[in-house]
Structures are given as C-alpha cells and as structure tokens.
C-alpha cells in the first residue's frame, strides 16, 4: 500500500510530496498511538473489574493525600482477566514492532 | 604526514567526541524527563538506562553516518561536499558553545540543529553560499521542525484525553502504577531511536573529516573506533545527565502525571519510529516537548505554563541560525591557518568552562531534579509558575 501512496504524492511538486509524508505521519501516528494508548488503559481497566475505584474530591489527584483506595469487593472474572490479558498482549506487540523497526539489521536498511 | 593536516582533522575528532558528549547529556531529558517526573523511575535509574540504549543504539545502524550532509551541504564528483576540515571543526565549535548556553538556560533545543548550523555557518562563510543546498535544508530541516511539535502535541493531546476517560480520570484502581510501567517501556523506545540517530551523526561528521583529510576511502562507512568512541561519549553524557533540562520538559512545562507520562512517551516514541519509516524523520527533542505539551492539553487547558514554553520554542527558531553564526564567525577565524585554528579553541573552550561555571552556582542534580522549590529559572529570575489551585 505504501509505494502506491507516495508514487500518488510525488506526483506534484516538492511542497506536495512534503505535505503528503506530513499529513501521512500524523494520521498513521496518530491511529497507531490512539490504539495502543486505548488498549493498554482499557487492559488496566478490565483487570481493574472487581476492585472499586479510587475515590477523591473531582479534579484532585488520584495519588493524594485526599485519594482513598479501597480493597477489592469481589474477585475478578475470569473473561475479564482473559480479556484484559488480549489488550496487553496487543500492546506488547507494538512494542515489539517497535523494537524491529528501530534496529535496521531486521528490515534490511 | 604534515602537521598542518593532521593537528586539524585530531582537532576535529576530539571536538567531535566532546560534541557527542554534550548532545548525550543534552538530549537525556528527552526520553526521560517525563519518567523522572512522574517517579516511574528514579533519576540515576532513568539516565543508566538512557545511557545503555545510547551506546546499544549507536552499534545498530550506522546508515545515517554515510549520509550525515547529504542534501544539505553541497557535493562534488566524489560526493564530498566542498568544505575544508578547519571548517568542519569551526562548525563543530558553533554546536558545542550553542548546545552548552541552551544546556545552561534549561532549553531542550536540537543538538541536531546545532550540529547542522554549526556546518552551514562555517560552509557559507569559508566556501561561499552555493556551499549549502538550501532546498535541502528547508525540506529536511526548517521543515521538519516547525511541524514536530504540532503533530507530537496534538497525538499526545489525543491520546492523553482517551487515557483520562477510559481510566476515569486515572481514578480505576492500579492505574497510576500501570502507566509507570507503560511509560518506562515506551521511553526507553524513545532512548534506543535516539541512540541509532543521534550517535550516528557524530560519526558522520568524523568519517567526513577522514575522508576530506584522505585519512579514507570516500563511500566508505565510520571505523570501529569511530562507533565506539561516539558511542561511548554519548552514553557517558547521557549518564552524567542533564538534569537541568529533565526539569524544565518534567516539571516546567507542565507538572506531568503518570496518565500524561504515559501518553506523551507513548506519543513521541510512535511519532519518531513512524516518521523515520516513512522517510520523513521528525526530531526527537522536538517531538518529546511537543508530546509533553500536548499531554497538558489534554488534561486540562490551563496546566501548561506558556511562558516556559514560549522561552523553548524561541529557543528552537534560533537554535540554527545562531549555532550558524557562531561556527561562521570560527570559520572566519580559522581561515588564518593553524593560529586561527588554535584562537578558536582557545576562545571556545574558554566559552565552554565559563558556562559550566555558571551551571554550578545554581546546579540542578539527579537530587533537586523535581524539587519545586527551586522555582527560578536557571538564570536566576524567579519562576513565573502559576500557583497550584489554578491548575487542576
């Protein structure tokens, strides 16, 4: 898909090409960091299932000293724990990519 | 071998190497600012970490070492662009004394830009202006770098905002401690891109030297030694920190929590690795900041002090031109032969030492590194922080 985007921009001038890698950069990061983000709190949020939230005064902290942290009222399910375990396998998949993408030896640069 | 060529080009490598090390302990905050802030991580732990994903990232590639001035400096036949080794050491000089005083003042400015300012300063001045491609040094440069902090700051903008609802204003139980752990993954990311980048650029501009000196093969890669010594200086500077510039990204900009850590890590690290891939590298220390600021967006409007970060982005507009005159101002200098050579490091030097000077009569430490009570800036003014109650 890639080469047949940049053919497409490179069409027009260099102020073209530029502002097509741009506008390219920002959506493709901007999706990749929303999902990743969005994965790894809804992961917390999923293993958080059973355990009351942190209650504190609107706007305050949730680590201050005004925060008061409950134990957890019942155990979490198991689709839960399952579940939260799928986001945070996605995440650590990314980081992964990551990772290949940095070190150039893995994709021949 | 004459002296008269090989007291420069040793000139240029020990230069070089210092210049490595500056950029090392420039640049840390960039990954770790944030990780320090929000206690993800202790300092010394943070900059330890730092440093070793510098020194591992520098082994890892050496392709952008080839091409350090493609597109920016003009080449010839043999694909050299027409400076002379004084002048990529008066160059070298106009980084080192820029990145050092924007070091002083706390600025996160581009040691990059530094770098390539220092070049184009010294090239313009001891060649002339068609030394310079400056259709390059728009696209790969100017450009670059106005967009950075927007595109960071509005991905992290994003992103801190879907953090905060999905954990309900971080309140789920375990959140805090989760996005300290996901923030530690995300900003060592950021340390190893910038080892494989930063490291590298350095050994370009000593690889560049060899090669106009005939010390080597044009086309040819850096030396062993070289990769190891720029690898070295750079983890050595990482590790010793820059704690004065940690504080202004952790703490000045905006009081960063662990959600917005998470985030604006998260942020910079995807926004650095995509660019690049996509053939459109962005900067680490302008995308890190921008990241941070969009993180204060995200939260609430009114957390981000903007006078902190007006002083930065200042910073970032004059970061190439000035590091341009001052390595033009050394070119001029330097032309006058080997004692031109030996007056602009004689006066760099002095500049470098009266600087650090000044840092320590008001250090900032691994130790004072979140300490808010040291809220003057580090010229000595006072903050212009705006009291807590306004901000949440």
């Known amino acids: ?109 | 071998m004459e002296l008269t060529v090989l007291v420069p080009v040793l000139l240029v490598v020990a230069l070089s190497i210092f210049f490595d090390f500056t950029n090392g302990f420039h640049d840390t905050a960039n990954a770790m600012a944030t990780s320090v802030a929000t206690g993800a991580l202790k300092p010394k732990v943070a900059v330890l970490i730092s440093a070793i994903l510098n020194l591992v990232g520098a082994f890892l590639s050496t392709a952008v070492a080839k091409t350090v001035s493609e597109g920016i400096l003009a080449q010839d036949d043999r694909g050299l662009p027409s400076i002379t080794v004084p002048m990529i050491f008066a160059g070298l000089m106009g980084a080192v004394v820029w990145n050092l005083l924007t070091w002083w003042l706390g600025l996160p400015s581009s040691s990059t830009h530094a770098l390539f300012g220092g070049l184009i300063g010294a090239a313009v001045i001891g060649v002339g202006v068609q030394a310079v491609e400056w259709g390059g040094v728009l696209s790969k440069i100017v450009l670059p770098a106005l967009l950075s902090p927007f595109i960071a700051g509005l991905i992290a903008l994003a992103a801190t905002f879907v953090v905060y609802r999905v954990t309900k204003m971080a309140t789920v139980a375990g959140s805090s401690t989760a996005f300290r752990h996901g923030q530690t993954v995300s900003a060592s990311l950021v340390s190893l891109a910038h080892g494989t980048n930063d490291a590298q650029k350095t050994m370009g501009v000593i690889t560049l030297t060899l090669i106009v000196a005939g010390f080597q093969e044009a086309g040819t890669g850096p030396q062993l030694w070289v990769i190891l010594s720029a690898g070295l200086a750079i983890a050595l500077g990482t590790y010793l920190g820059g704690w004065r510039i940690m504080r202004t990204v952790g703490k000045r900009i905006t009081d960063v929590k662990p959600p917005q850590g998470f985030a604006a890590e998260t942020s910079a690290a995807s926004t650095i690795l995509i660019s690049s891939t996509l053939g459109f590298p962005l900067s680490t220390t302008q995308v890190t900041s921008g990241a941070v600021i969009g993180s204060g967006l995200g939260k609430r409007l009114a957390s981000v002090h903007w006078n902190v970060v007006t002083r930065i982005a200042f910073g970032w507009v004059v970061t190439l031109p000035a590091a341009a005159l001052v390595g033009g101002l050394a070119a001029w200098a330097a032309s006058g032969g080997l004692v031109g050579l030996v007056i602009v490091l004689v006066l760099g030097l002095a500049v470098c030492i009266g600087l650090f000077v000044l840092a320590r009569r008001k250090p900032v430490s691994a130790d004072t590194v979140n300490d808010d009570s040291l809220d003057a800036d580090h010229v000595g003014r006072p903050g212009a922080r705006q009291p807590e109650g306004e901000r949440a």
Do not use: K
């Not at chain 1, 940049?6 to 999706?31: C, H, Q």
């Not at chain 1, 949730?62 to 008061?68: D, L, M, N, S, T």
């Open chain 1, 1 to 109: 898909m890639m080469p047949l985007v940049r053919t497409a921009i490179a069409a027009g001038s260099w102020l073209d090409t530029e502002g097509g890698s741009i506008a390219l950069v920002f959506v493709v990061g901007l999706s990749a960091t929303l999902i990743i983000v969005g994965l790894y709190a809804l992961g917390i949020r999923l293993l958080a299932v059973g355990a009351p939230d942190v209650r504190v005064p609107p706007g305050e902290d949730p680590e201050g000293p005004r925060a008061v942290v409950e134990h957890r009222e019942h155990p979490r399910p198991l689709a839960a724990t399952l579940a939260g375990g799928v986001c945070f396998a996605g995440v650590a998949a990314a980081v992964v990519y990551g990772i290949y993408l940095v070190i150039p030896v893995f994709h021949g640069a």
